[in-house]
């Protein structure tokens, strides 16, 4: 059971969401590299200094729940223990994207979009997928630790589980109109085809 927030912990929240939706909206209109923590912080209506407390650097704002979707995403792996390795992982990853309400796919795409314009945030998307990689890889060193491939396969099925769900993100930020679901669907089928 989680236990119910206190006031300290809302008004930080509150305070990390509205420097989010702030640093998104100004990333969308004058792209990352031209706006500024004090951009972020003015359209936020906080001072600096608070953007600082909550965050390193701007880019920092865009992904500052991605070790609680990780965390979540490793819940959903564990839960699916009994399930063929394949369909666990498919399950998984659909799980996570339909765990998105539409403001968070919305700001994942946003996210996928602005990262192909900076080298920053290419570079903090690396080291995002590199945990994420390392998650799904220790899930099946574990799940597959009877298997004498377990060393090859684990690093494999982990980066095509990333590819896959990194895939449909980027095509979704390119077309919304595509449907994750059906292109997640497919990845995993060509998994398993190959």
Known sequence: MTE???????????????LREAAFELFARQGFEQTSVDDIAARAEVSRASFFRYFKAKEDVLNFDDEQRRAAFAEELRARGGEPVLAALKAAVKAHVAGMDEPTRARTVEYARLMTGSRTLLGQAYEIRSEWLRLVETHLRTRLADREDANLTAPLLAELT?????????????DPGQDFDRIVDH?????DYA
């Open 4 to 18: 119910p927030m206190g006031p300290r912990e809302r008004k930080k929240l509150a305070a990390m969401g509205a």
């Open 162 to 174: 990333v590819s896959v769900l990194e895939t449909a993100v980027r095509l979704v930020a390119a």
């Open 187 to 191: 990845g995993f089928d060509l998994i």
